[in-house]
T-cell receptor, first 113, second 113 residues
């Protein structure tokens, strides 16, 4: 069955450092992968989408890589700030497509001053 | 004003009661989704609708029903609420194929006693 794995343990880093979050998947051949940010009690907010033919995508301090051979995406936040503290979810389209997404359980990032 | 709104934001109900959660959107999107989120299980798709006449079950539709009253409105009903339906419920929308980002509402926190 399709499976997405994100580190369930919180990631604690110091302000100014680079945070790296991992998303691994099995039994998928996704055409794209998305990353969302979720704050407590709020709905997820889209951050970045990377397609299977793209190795890397950047947006301001965010960088996403997508390795279809390793079946892994890495999400980086450079020069992290306390305001970056949130849970980050990766999402992939279901094998049946049609924009139905399967979400990982998310990794909580805590950036301390 | 928010593009995707959900009412109510919080609801406490008793086992066996019928309740309805409502979602409205002003994004003009055809596609709408209902998810539930539980700690450790992430977001799971309950129902989705690609247009007013197209409604489909997601991975956990048992005990739920939906109604797509208009392009902008998608309601989720619990016909006879049970305690394990206690969760955070999110509505989301997306545009047509080629624009796969999903936009989430603020969520409804439901407690079934």
């Amino acid at each position: 069955s399709q499976k997405i794995e994100q580190n369930s343990e919180a990631l604690n880093i110091q302000e100014g450092k680079t945070a790296t979050l991992t998303c691994n998947y099995t039994n998928y051949s996704p055409a794209y992968l998305q990353w969302y940010r979720q704050d407590p009690g709020r709905g997820p907010v889209f951050l970045l989408l990377i397609r299977e033919n793209e190795k890397e995508k950047r947006k301001e301090r965010l960088k996403v890589t997508f390795d279809t051979t390793l079946k892994q995406s890495l999400f980086h936040i450079t020069a992290s700030q306390p305001a970056d503290s949130a849970t980050y979810l990766c999402a992939l389209p279901m094998n049946t497509g049609f924009q139905k997404l399967v979400f990982g359980t998310g990794t909580r990032l805590l950036v301390s001053p | 004003d928010a593009d995707v709104t959900q009412t109510p934001r919080n609801r406490i109900t008793k086992t066996g009661k019928r309740i309805m959660l409502e979602c409205s959107q002003t994004k003009g999107h055809d596609r709408m989704y209902w998810y539930r989120q539980d700690p450790g299980l992430g977001l799971r798709l309950i129902y989705y609708s690609f247009d007013v006449k197209d409604i489909n079950k997601g991975e956990i539709s048992d005990g739920y029903s939906v109604s797509r009253q208009a392009q902008a409105k998608f309601s989720l009903s619990l016909e006879s609420a049970i305690p394990n339906q206690t969760a955070l419920y999110f509505c989301a929308t997306s545009d047509k194929i080629g624009r796969e980002t999903q936009y989430f509402g603020p969520g409804t926190r439901l407690l079934v006693l």
